[in-house]
């Protein structure tokens, strides 16, 4: 642990403030996430602005990619919690269907293998399958964040417990505390979401 402590201090030491700014507003979107709270994407959307920067300057291309997919998401994802079904204030937390859970897992192996195909072929990644696997369930959690899915703080557990080691083996070791603070939050936001869920299906 001792050497955990003195990376992060070195982190911290040598993080740049635009860093420190993309982490605050990367754990101010969770946080609002995990309280279903519209603002989880104007935050999100600071934050992934910045990292889409920060991953070009460490050679993360697959997370760049999946930042600037994020900002997207952010936009469609605002449209759609600002418009829910008639006679409800906002949009119901839901589980996945079957047929659901099947595509978000054909859109993980799809994604998968596109970007490390695309890694491989035209970049100089050194970490392709690493970035390809983060940012694959990345896209997936995002997907089912916009549209509410319980799911979705699954697929981000998962980013979160991987891209912990990715950051730290490429020197952001800021981002990788926050990826490791985004995990505790995601176990919390999936618990909420669980019990947000048992709610809807009640009054159905």
Not at 37 to 49: A, D, H, K, Y
Request: proline share 3%; net charge neutral; aromatic share 18%.
């Amino acid at each position: 642990m001792d050497w955990f402590m003195e990376g992060l201090q070195a982190g911290i030491a040598e993080m740049s403030w635009l860093e420190a700014v993309a982490v605050f507003f990367g754990l101010a979107s969770v946080f609002y996430s995990m309280k279903e709270n519209i603002l989880v994407f104007p935050t999100g959307i600071v934050s992934t602005l910045i990292y889409v920067w920060i991953c070009l300057q460490v050679k993360l291309y697959a997370d760049m990619g999946i930042n600037a997919y994020y900002f997207s998401m952010s936009i469609y994802g605002w449209y759609v919690w600002s418009r829910p079904k008639p006679g409800s204030y906002r949009l119901p937390v839901t589980w996945l269907s079957r047929k659901g859970i099947l595509n978000s897992l054909l859109l993980l192996v799809g994604s998968y293998v596109v970007l490390y195909v695309v890694l491989v072929t035209f970049t100089d990644s050194d970490v392709p399958q690493w970035d390809s696997f983060t940012t694959a369930t990345a896209f997936v959690g995002m997907w089912l964040m916009a549209k509410k899915k319980v799911e979705n703080w699954i697929a981000w557990i998962i980013t979160d417990l991987v891209s912990v080691p990715l950051y730290l083996y490429k020197g952001l070791v800021l981002t990788s505390f926050q990826f490791l603070v985004f995990t505790v939050l995601a176990v919390m936001g999936l618990m909420a979401w669980i019990k947000s869920a048992k709610q809807v299906s009640a009054h159905a």
